[in-house]
């Protein structure tokens, strides 16, 4: 049976690798947004494909909270403005998307990579609603900050194609590098978590029940004691 002290340690002791791993993350998801490939009058950054790979192969937590500190950084380094929470919401909707249907299969004890298809899929939506919700985002800061709306319209669309594109490129290359990884094991310590509390619960559980068959005991010993007092 595990004690109390033993299931905090071991609590912590995920919490920590937990936070060190989230914190690595949101680190190169920052460094990957000034990587960037020049396609003529367009740029493809690089930064989307990690987002990607959190989102099916992370916690719901975990991704979320790797998206939300890249995307800060990412603002913070290019400075604040009055919309700067606007612009770091449509980027959030992957992880909204797509963690939902990764901790589904989780409980089934089955992974994204082997459901190759859905997953394509979501990116594609989650791809799509990022656009949208950039084009909107866009909009608001175009009134705030007033300058002309109508002209990035073209080139956002355009953006939008090549943004789903790469998505889809980015999907199929992680499929097999989240494998390799799922097989060492690196995201067995981020559920671990999730384990422990399942299994603080059964402890708790079966110390009660013995402290209840204990308790049921005395109290029938104690009954037996009176009923020989009153006999004699």
Same mark, same amino acid.
């Given at each position: 049976?595990?004690?109390?002290?033993?299931?905090?340690?071991?609590?912590?002791?995920? /919490?920590?690798?937990?936070?060190?791993?989230?914190?690595?993350?949101?680190?190169?998801?920052?460094?990957?947004?000034?990587?960037?490939?020049?396609?003529?009058?367009?740029?493809?950054?690089?930064?989307?494909?990690?987002?990607?790979?959190?989102?099916?192969?992370?916690?719901?937590?975990?991704?979320?909270?790797?998206?939300?500190?890249?995307?800060?950084?990412?603002?913070?380094?290019?400075?604040? /403005?009055?919309?700067?929470?606007?612009?770091?919401?449509?980027?959030?909707?992957?992880?909204?998307?797509?963690?939902?249907?990764?901790?589904?299969?989780?409980?089934?004890?089955?992974?994204?990579?082997?459901?190759?298809?859905?997953?394509?899929?979501?990116?594609?939506?989650?791809?799509?609603?990022?656009?949208?919700?950039? /084009?909107?985002?866009?909009?608001?800061?175009?009134?705030?900050?007033?300058?002309?709306?109508?002209?990035?319209?073209?080139?956002?669309?355009?953006?939008?194609?090549? /943004?789903?594109?790469?998505?889809?490129?980015?999907?199929?290359?992680?499929?097999?590098?989240?494998?390799?990884?799922?097989?060492?094991?690196?995201?067995?310590?981020?559920?671990?978590?999730?384990?422990?509390?399942?299994?603080?619960?059964?402890?708790?559980?079966?110390?009660?029940?013995?402290?209840?068959?204990?308790?049921?005991?005395?109290?029938?010993?104690?009954?037996?004691?009176?009923?020989?007092?009153?006999?004699?």
């Amino acid at each position: 049976m595990c004690l109390p002290l033993e299931r905090g340690i071991m609590r912590n002791k995920s /919490t920590v690798y937990r936070l060190a791993i989230d914190s690595i993350m949101a680190s190169v998801y920052f460094a990957l947004t000034f990587l960037k490939v020049d396609a003529g009058v367009f740029r493809i950054s690089l930064g989307a494909i990690l987002p990607i790979f959190v989102c099916l192969s992370f916690p719901f937590i975990d991704s979320f909270s790797i998206c939300f500190l890249g995307i800060f950084l990412e603002q913070l380094f290019f400075g604040l /403005t009055p919309t700067t929470v606007l612009w770091m919401l449509p980027p959030l909707l992957r992880p909204l998307i797509i963690s939902p249907f990764t901790h589904h299969y989780y409980k089934k004890n089955e992974n994204m990579e082997d459901h190759k298809v859905l997953s394509i899929v979501l990116v594609i939506i989650a791809s799509l609603c990022v656009s949208l919700a950039n /084009t909107g985002v866009l909009y608001l800061d175009s009134f705030i900050m007033d300058y002309p709306y109508a002209a990035a319209l073209p080139r956002l669309a355009f953006q939008t194609l090549i /943004t789903i594109s790469i998505g889809i490129v980015f999907t199929i290359i992680l499929f097999p590098v989240i494998k390799i990884l799922r097989k060492n094991n690196l995201f067995n310590k981020l559920q671990k978590e999730k384990v422990i509390h399942t299994q603080t619960i059964d402890d708790t559980l079966a110390e009660n029940q013995d402290f209840n068959e204990i308790l049921t005991q005395d109290l029938k010993e104690d009954s037996e004691r009176e009923i020989n007092k009153k006999g004699s």
